[in-house]
């Protein structure tokens, strides 16, 4: 009995012992590593790395920045089956342990002294989060002890819920995914509120190892990680049997899925990214910026395919180049052959590469990525003469076999009515920029044909000479210097010593005749190069380039000769749209913007575009209607009732309706007049000169000018109404002759058109009032005097009552005392 008490008493004192020892160890492990442990403090306000997003105005997603995937959700938002998924894959005592799982680590202690392997469990869900967070992933025993202390403290100082979240939220699923929002997207392409609990149990089962039990690299185990996360969560309880054998049921059908884009504007997101770079440096990348843009997402769609559809149309008219490629037929021995001679093809602009696998009288059959086959009919071939250069093809194909032949790798699109077409990448470029004119908001631009096949950003990169598209702020000069509408200048022959050069120069008009004397309106309607000149000349230089300047132009980019007037200088697309802006909105210079505002993920602002804008007189009158409304005690009174009803029904300017807050107001920088006027005759050449095709939109609110420079280099058209201004630029990188008759109003025109069509649907004509202090009047357009009182012959122009054009020497003396010889007539608008 003596000895049983003895035997006891020792080991009542080595289990003292032991715990006491092992107590002072943990205390004294605990001592020293806690100073270098991190606080917690810091992950109350954490900052998770979250990509850069760029989005529409309208909220739409155009580009993901970064090489981490992650889309922060609230722990609300996580559904209640994926939260239960993750605590049975990976800690199903979460809500009862403060941190530290003790059965789990001996559990886990235990399977390494029986079976000398390591078994999941020993970590909780807290001490995962640690370690993601705080500590490096090497498997040491004094990191798994930071581990723990850590874990511990985080419990003290986070709640559960807040642990959960910030986990969901971090940990890494494989695929750049962090985080069950991101992985959703990845996996699925589905917000991860609308997963079934079969694909939440993948994404539950994948922290374990996200390579291992990747389901697209590894979809076996995938399978039956899955399958054992389904299997806990029967057992847990979280779903019943029925639930159980429905989702074991589901195959693996996870794939890849990029960001999903909503509105292709490539060329926008990297002007965007080099932006924010620019501002926040490589914290762009990471920092959970939300960048909203200006651009429009209808028009932006309009943009991309107004372009692409118009530079293929110019490339189909100057004939097929023939094959991206080709492969020896001995090699297409099966669709394994056909798919590897495929694989360094990528889609461009929305044209397929295809291998042709037959070649039959009149019609070809193709393969296409993906498995696909496509039929090619004649009416799908036919057009493909051969190129020979920019002013001639070859002979009407006859056959299938003249223009294609086995293994030949070429470009094939679908139309509307599902024909299958041969297409070729186009081999020339263009760009189109669209501004609002009230403030400068950028609404939709599109660089070139492709991003992916050339990133170069011909709307903002591109200095090219506009041609006579810069001709109207030549004339814009002129009308402050004493000419008007109705000026004759002689459109004659002149020549001029050509400093610098051999010989003299000889200009000459587009069509090589000379019309003599030319109304102004008329001159610039149908883009005469003498008028042009010759107003330059009568300007000077001087004055002339003081007046273009106010239109956003470098001087540096201007040359200081009279070549000047038919467009020699350089400008970018969108520096040409900016300029026009001037007419479009009454004479206030704007500058263009693309970034309306920036966001932090929860929402926080950092960034507030403040354009300036434009405010004319009724912008000034729904002002003082708006302090009417300020003013107002109660909002009540019948006065402000009016003043509100005016202010809703027709103040708006910049991107919204007036605000509280005073606008910056833009810069006028010409005329009201002088804009009336330039809008007037640029009318003109729509209604009557070189761009009569966009008749076609039936407006008769719009303006613009055609622009083609020498030896058909640049092809132009930048047209407006007092909502919107869109230039387009079609030309080669390298520049070269576009060919025979591809002016302004053949090879951009019509992509104009195609764009000005889907924005002004549904939108009611807009024209600009005319200003105060201008008359209409009846003249003779051959000498552009004022016609005879007792004539019915001539036609109206507007002028500014210090300019109304004289009849005779006594009229003349009537005029300049302040009394019009004639009543001034009010027309209808559409007439200029």
Not at 322 to 336: A, K
Not at 543 to 571: E, N, Y
Request: some cysteine; hydrophobic content about 40%; glycine content about 8%.
């Amino acid at each position: 009995m003596r000895l049983l008490i003895t035997l006891l008493r020792i080991s009542v004192f080595i289990t003292l012992s032991s715990a006491l020892l092992g107590a002072a160890a943990v205390l004294g492990a605990y001592l020293y590593l806690a100073p270098g442990l991190p606080s917690v403090d810091t992950l109350k306000d954490i900052q998770l790395q979250t990509p850069l997003r760029v989005y529409t105005q309208q909220g739409d997603l155009i580009a993901v920045f970064g090489e981490m995937r992650r889309k922060p959700l609230a722990l609300d938002e996580v559904p209640e089956l994926m939260r239960q998924a993750f605590l049975a894959a990976e800690d199903d005592r979460f809500f009862q342990h403060p941190g530290v799982d003790y059965q789990g680590i001996l559990r886990a202690a235990w399977h390494l002294l029986r079976t000398g392997e390591k078994e999941q469990g020993g970590s909780t869900i807290t001490m995962q989060l640690a370690r993601n967070f705080f500590l490096s992933s090497e498997r040491t025993y004094t990191r798994k002890l930071r581990e723990i202390f850590l874990a511990l403290r985080m419990e003290q100082e986070l709640s559960k819920r807040e642990i959960l979240e910030l986990y969901l939220n971090k940990i890494y699923l494989g695929n750049r995914a962090y985080g069950v929002g991101a992985a959703a997207e990845v996996y699925y392409g589905l917000d991860a509120d609308r997963l079934g609990l079969s694909q939440m149990a993948m994404i539950a089962g994948l922290p374990k190892a996200p390579s291992s039990y990747n389901p697209i690299a590894n979809p076996q185990r995938a399978l039956e990680r899955r399958n054992y996360v389904l299997g806990r969560m029967l057992e847990l309880g979280f779903i019943d049997r029925a639930a159980y054998h429905a989702a074991r049921k589901q195959p693996v059908t996870e794939r890849f899925h990029d960001p999903e884009v909503a509105v292709s504007a490539p060329y926008v997101a990297e002007m965007v990214r080099a932006e924010m770079v620019a501002r926040f440096g490589e914290q762009a990348y990471t920092g959970g910026y939300k960048v909203y843009t200006t651009v429009n997402s209808k028009l932006q769609r309009a943009a991309s395919q107004a372009l692409r559809q118009g530079l293929i149309a110019y490339d189909k008219r100057h004939g097929y180049r023939g094959p991206e490629g080709h492969v020896d037929e001995e090699s297409l021995t099966d669709e394994t052959a056909w798919t590897a001679a495929l694989s360094d093809y990528a889609a461009h602009g929305g044209l397929q590469p295809a291998l042709v696998l037959e070649v039959q009288d009149r019609h070809a059959a193709v393969y296409l990525k993906g498995g696909r086959r496509a039929e090619l009919g004649w009416e799908g071939l036919s057009w493909a003469q051969r190129y020979v250069d920019e002013n001639a093809r070859g002979p009407q194909p006859q056959t299938a076999a003249d223009v294609l032949a086995r293994g030949d790798i070429v470009r094939v699109t679908q139309d509307d009515e599902g024909t299958w077409r041969l297409s070729q990448v186009p081999d020339v470029s263009g760009a189109l920029v669209s501004l609002d004119p009230k403030n400068g908001a950028i609404m939709a631009l599109v660089g070139g044909f492709d991003f992916n096949y050339s990133s170069f950003n011909r709307a903002i990169q591109a200095q090219r000479q506009p041609g006579s598209a810069f001709k109207p702020f030549i004339y814009s000069a002129a009308l402050e210097h004493g000419f008007t509408p109705a000026s004759i200048i002689n459109d004659a022959p002149v020549v001029f010593d050509a400093a610098g050069l051999e010989g003299v120069w000889r200009p000459e008009n587009y069509t090589g005749k000379f019309y003599g004397p030319t109304r102004m309106r008329v001159a610039l309607a149908q883009s005469r190069n003498m008028v042009s000149i010759r107003l330059l000349s009568s300007i000077g230089l001087k004055d002339a380039t003081s007046h273009i300047v106010k239109f956003g132009f470098d001087t540096q980019r201007l040359p200081l000769d009279l070549s000047l007037a038919l467009g020699s200088g350089t400008v970018t697309p969108l520096e040409l749209a900016a300029g026009y802006t001037v007419f479009a909105n009454g004479g206030y210079r704007i500058e263009p913007f693309l970034i309306e505002r920036i966001e932090m993920t929860a929402g926080q602002i950092v960034y507030e575009a403040d354009p300036a804008v434009v405010c004319n007189e009724r912008c000034q009158q729904a002002l003082s209607l708006q302090k009417v409304v300020d003013q107002s005690a109660d909002g009540g009174s019948r006065a402000a009732g009016v003043a509100r009803a005016a202010v809703e029904e027709k103040t708006r300017f910049g991107t919204g309706s007036i605000e509280s807050r005073s606008p910056r107001h833009a810069q006028r920088v010409i005329p009201a007049a002088n804009a009336y006027q330039m809008v007037s005759m640029m009318k003109d050449v729509i209604h009557s000169g070189t761009g009569t095709k966009a008749m076609v939109l039936n407006r008769s609110d719009l303006a613009g000018k055609t622009g083609t420079t020498n030896d058909l280099h640049d092809a132009w058209f930048s047209g407006y109404n007092t909502e919107l201004v869109t230039t387009v630029w079609v030309g080669f990188d390298i520049p070269r002759s576009l060919g025979e008759g591809e002016v302004g109003g053949t090879a951009a025109l019509p992509i104009w058109i195609d764009y000005m069509r889907v924005a002004l649907k549904g939108h009611p004509e807009s024209s600009m009032p005319q200003p105060e202090g201008m008359v209409t009047v009846r003249i003779d357009p051959q000498t552009g005097l004022l016609a005879d009182a007792n004539s019915e012959g001539g036609i109206f122009e507007t002028f500014r009552s210090d300019q109304v054009p004289k009849r005779s020497a006594l009229e003349s003396q009537r005029v300049s005392d302040g009394l019009h010889p004639e009543q001034p007539v009010e027309v209808p608008e559409q007439l200029f």
